[in-house]
């Protein structure tokens, strides 16, 4: 049962577009909304986290905005660049483990 | 501070071995937990560990075991390896809601 639903698979985007990433939850248990950043032969990095009574949070060029009725949330990343290229894994938190969308492989375009 | 370290980073063993992997988590840190990272499933929960005790398990088989040590370190036992369990094994260490990954053991069963 997938209790977290990420997409798209994968984004590809031009350098200073905007890359948006989505994710849809079941739980609403779940108590805590981060987003991690994976490059190749890394473990994931924790980018920026949201809680539920919050509707949006924004650090740098990274945005999240969380919908709590319609049980959702976005990572928006602003001015996205060549490095930003990575996996992008959505997660959501109950107890001590988190539930981890399949990821979004996004790709940024010089 | 540094940040959480895995040994081995990479390891091949054989069907019908067993393994262990170690963590070391952030100074500090008092929570531990596991996750599997594969292509086909994504990262999945294993196991969470918070001053020497289990507070939470994965939908994983028995052959997965783990235990923590008074100083916090974690390691964590697959027994009777299986093809299937060729992975990427992660420690993440964890304060207040916060999960902060190692670069994981990359474990390859033939």
């Known amino acids: 049962q997938q209790q977290v639903k990420q997409s798209p698979q994968s984004l590809i985007v031009q350098k200073g577009g905007i890359s948006i990433i989505n994710c849809a939850y079941e739980n609403t248990a779940f108590d805590y909304f981060p987003w991690y950043q994976q490059f190749p032969g890394k473990g994931p990095a924790l980018l920026i986290a949201i809680r539920p009574d919050v509707s949006e949070k924004k650090e740098g060029r990274f945005t999240i905005s969380f919908n709590k009725s319609a049980k959702q949330f976005s990572l928006h990343i602003m001015d996205s660049q060549p490095g930003d290229s990575a996996t992008y894994f959505c997660?959501?938190?109950?107890?001590?483990?988190?539930?981890f969308g399949q990821g979004t492989e996004l790709s940024v375009k010089p | 501070k540094a940040g959480v370290t895995q040994t081995p980073r990479y390891l091949i063993k054989t069907r019908g071995q067993q393994v262990t992997l170690s963590c070391s988590p952030i100074?500090?840190?008092?929570?531990v937990s596991w996750y599997q990272q594969t292509p086909g499933q994504g990262l999945q929960f294993l196991f969470e560990?918070?001053?020497?005790?289990?507070?939470n398990k994965g939908n994983f088989p028995g052959r997965f075991s783990g235990r923590q040590f008074s100083n916090s370190r974690s390691e964590m036992n697959v027994s009777t390896l299986e093809l299937g369990d060729s992975a990427l094994y992660l420690c993440a260490s964890s304060w207040e809601n916060e999960q902060f990954f190692g670069p994981g053991t990359r474990l390859t069963v033939l």
């Open positions: 560990y918070f001053s020497e005790t289990q507070r």
């Open positions: 100074s500090g840190h008092r929570s």
């Open positions: 997660a959501a938190k109950q107890g001590g483990k988190l539930i």
